[in-house]
C-alpha cells in the first residue's frame, strides 16, 4: 500500500487482518516510526486495535523505503492523495505520477498495479503509458480498485462492502483480484468486473450523486421553512420508495469532507475535457458551496441581528460523526464570520482541539457543560452521539437561551414544553 493516509492505511490493515501480508509505505518518516509503535495518526473506531494486532502477528508492516517495498510486493495499490488544484479545480495527480515512476524503477517480475486513490477517468490508461517499455509489457497489469470507505465506518464498510469495483480486460489480474478479495464478497453479484475507464468513472458518479442528495434535501428543507412543513417527515416520505432509498436524505449544514467537495469538482473538471455539460453536478456544488449563507443568515435572526458580545456555543465542528475530519466542515465558514462580527465563540468537539481555529479567537472546551455555560445560543454542528440525549436546562445556567438544531437532533415539540427557544433545519 503505497501512501499510508486514509484510505491506504485502513485497507492495508484490513487486508493484513484477511491474513495478507502487508506493507504500508509512506515518505513521511514520523508518521512511519509512530505506526511501527502502533500510534494512529487518524482517528478512526477501531482502527488502532486492529493495527496493533496485526503488527504483532507480523501480517503488517510499515516502510519507508517504497524500493524495497515495491520488490517485495505481488500487488501494489497506489493510495496517495489527489487534492484539487487551486486554480483549475482538476485533481492534482503528481503523487500518483511519481509513484508510478518508483514501480517503473523496481518492476523487475510481473505485478498488479491497481489505483485505489480517487483519479480521473483516463489516468489508468496514462499509468500504463508510463510504465511500458518494449520489454517490460507483460511485466504488470493496471487496475482501477476505488474505495468507498466512509470515515468513521471504513473497517465495517470495508469488511461488509455493498461492491467491489475493479476495473481491468486481463483475466490473470481479475482472478487474482476476485481470490483477494473473496473472503469479504459473499455474494458473487457484489464483485464486479468492469473496464478500468468504468470502474474510474463509478467513483465519481457515486460520490457526486450522494453529495447531490445530500444538496437535494438542504434545498427542500429551505421551502420547508417557508411552508411550515417538517423535512423530515418528507425525507421519510420519500426515503421509503425504493428507488429512492432514505439514506443520505437528511437535512443539514451541507457536505463536507474528504472525498465529496474534491471529487464533484474534478468531475467537473473532466467533463470540461470532454466537452460534456454536467449541469446536475455543477448545481449541487454551487448550491453546497453558499449553503453557509442561509445559515448564518438564520443565525443573525435567531439573535435578532445582534452578534456583537454574543456567546455562542458549537457542539461539534468537524463534517460528520465518527471522524477528526475537518475538510470543508461549515464550522470553518460559520465560526470564523461569528467571531468577526465579535461573537464570544467556543465549542466542544470530542477528538478534541483544532488548530484549523489557531488563528481567530474562539475557546475550546473539553467537556459538554463547560462550553454552554452561560452559552446564549448553542449551535449543534456535528451528529456525534453524546449530543442527541442532553439536558440542555442542566446544562446552560441562564434562564434565556437559544438553541439552533443543524441535524435536527431533538423533538420541537418536546423542546417547546420544557421552554426553550428551539431552532432547527426545515421545520
Known amino acids: 500500500m503505497i501512501g499510508a493516509g486514509y484510505v491506504g492505511l485502513v485497507s492495508g490493515t484490513c487486508f493484513a487482518e484477511l491474513g495478507n501480508n502487508v506493507i504500508c509505505v509512506d515518505n513521511n518518516?514520523?508518521?512511519?516510526?509512530?505506526l511501527k509503535k502502533g500510534l494512529?495518526?487518524?482517528?478512526?473506531?477501531?482502527?488502532?486495535?486492529?493495527?496493533?494486532?496485526?503488527?504483532?502477528?507480523?501480517?503488517?508492516?510499515?516502510s519507508s523505503n517504497i524500493s524495497e517495498s515495491i520488490k517485495k510486493s505481488d500487488l501494489i495499490f497506489i493510495c496517495v492523495g489527489t487534492p484539487t488544484k487551486t486554480r483549475s479545480k482538476e485533481a492534482d495527480l503528481k503523487?500518483?505520477?511519481?509513484?508510478?515512476?518508483?514501480?517503473?524503477?523496481?518492476?523487475?517480475?510481473?505485478?498488479?498495479?491497481?489505483?485505489?486513490?480517487?483519479?480521473?477517468?483516463?489516468?489508468?490508461?496514462?499509468?500504463?503509458?508510463?510504465?511500458?517499455?518494449?520489454?517490460?509489457?507483460?511485466?504488470?497489469?493496471?487496475?482501477?480498485?476505488?474505495?468507498?470507505?466512509?470515515?468513521?465506518?471504513?473497517?465495517r464498510d470495508f469488511m461488509f462492502p455493498d461492491r467491489v469495483v475493479v476495473g481491468t480486460n486481463s483475466k490473470k489480474a481479475n482472478n487474482i483480484l476476485k481470490n483477494l478479495y473473496s473472503p469479504i464478497v459473499k455474494?458473487?453479484?457484489?464483485?464486479?468486473?468492469?473496464?478500468?475507464?468504468?470502474?474510474?468513472v463509478i467513483k465519481y458518479a457515486s460520490n457526486a450523486f450522494l453529495a447531490t442528495k445530500i444538496t437535494f434535501i438542504n434545498e427542500i428543507s429551505n421551502?420547508?421553512?417557508?411552508?411550515?412543513?417538517?423535512?423530515?417527515?418528507?425525507?421519510?416520505?420519500?426515503?421509503?420508495?425504493?428507488?429512492?432509498?432514505?439514506?443520505?436524505?437528511?437535512a443539514g449544514p451541507g457536505y463536507g469532507g474528504s472525498c465529496f467537495p474534491k471529487d464533484t469538482l474534478a468531475l467537473i473538471s473532466t467533463s470540461k475535457k470532454f466537452k460534456t455539460n454536467l449541469s446536475i453536478v455543477k448545481s449541487t456544488i454551487y448550491s453546497n458551496d453558499n449553503r453557509y449563507k442561509l445559515l448564518l443568515n438564520k443565525i443573525k435572526k435567531i439573535l435578532n441581528n445582534k452578534i456583537k458580545n454574543k456567546k455562542i456555543t458549537f457542539l461539534g465542528v468537524t463534517f460528520k460523526p465518527g471522524t477528526d475530519d475537518m475538510r470543508d466542515s461549515a464550522s470553518l465558514k460559520l465560526i470564523p464570520y461569528?467571531?468577526?462580527?465579535?461573537?464570544?465563540?467556543?465549542?466542544?468537539?470530542?477528538?478534541?482541539?483544532?488548530?484549523?481555529?489557531?488563528?481567530?479567537?474562539?475557546?475550546?472546551?473539553?467537556?459538554?457543560?463547560?462550553?454552554?455555560?452561560?452559552?446564549?445560543?448553542?449551535?449543534?454542528h456535528t451528529e456525534w452521539n453524546e449530543f442527541k440525549h442532553l439536558n440542555f436546562n442542566k446544562l446552560n445556567n441562564k434562564k434565556k437561551f437559544k438553541i439552533y438544531d443543524l441535524r435536527n437532533l431533538y423533538s420541537p415539540s418536546k423542546m417547546k414544553n420544557k421552554n426553550i427557544d428551539y431552532y432547527s433545519i426545515g421545520r
Open 223 to 250: 421551502l420547508c421553512e417557508k411552508l411550515n412543513v417538517d423535512v423530515t417527515d418528507v425525507s421519510v416520505g420519500i426515503g421509503a420508495d425504493e428507488r429512492i432509498g432514505g439514506r443520505f436524505l437528511r
Open 338 to 380: 461569528l467571531t468577526r462580527k465579535g461573537a464570544k465563540v467556543s465549542y466542544y468537539e470530542p477528538t478534541g482541539i483544532k488548530n484549523d481555529f489557531d488563528k481567530i479567537k474562539v475557546s475550546y472546551f473539553n467537556n459538554i457543560k463547560d462550553a454552554c455555560t452561560n452559552s446564549e445560543l448553542i449551535i449543534i
Open 40 to 62: 494512529i495518526p487518524i482517528y478512526e473506531p477501531g482502527l488502532e486495535e486492529l493495527v496493533i494486532r496485526n503488527l504483532k502477528q507480523n501480517r503488517l508492516q510499515f
Open 95 to 155: 503523487y500518483v505520477f511519481q509513484v508510478v515512476k518508483d514501480i517503473k524503477k523496481n518492476l523487475k517480475k510481473y505485478k498488479i498495479i491497481v489505483t485505489k486513490s480517487t483519479v480521473p477517468v483516463t489516468t489508468g490508461d496514462k499509468i500504463q503509458k508510463i510504465l511500458t517499455t518494449k520489454s517490460n509489457k507483460k511485466l504488470f497489469d493496471v487496475v482501477s480498485n476505488p474505495e468507498f470507505l466512509r470515515e468513521g465506518e471504513a473497517i
Open 29 to 34: 518518516i514520523n508518521k512511519i516510526s509512530n
Open 187 to 200: 455474494k458473487k453479484s457484489r464483485y464486479f468486473n468492469t473496464s478500468r475507464r468504468a470502474a474510474e
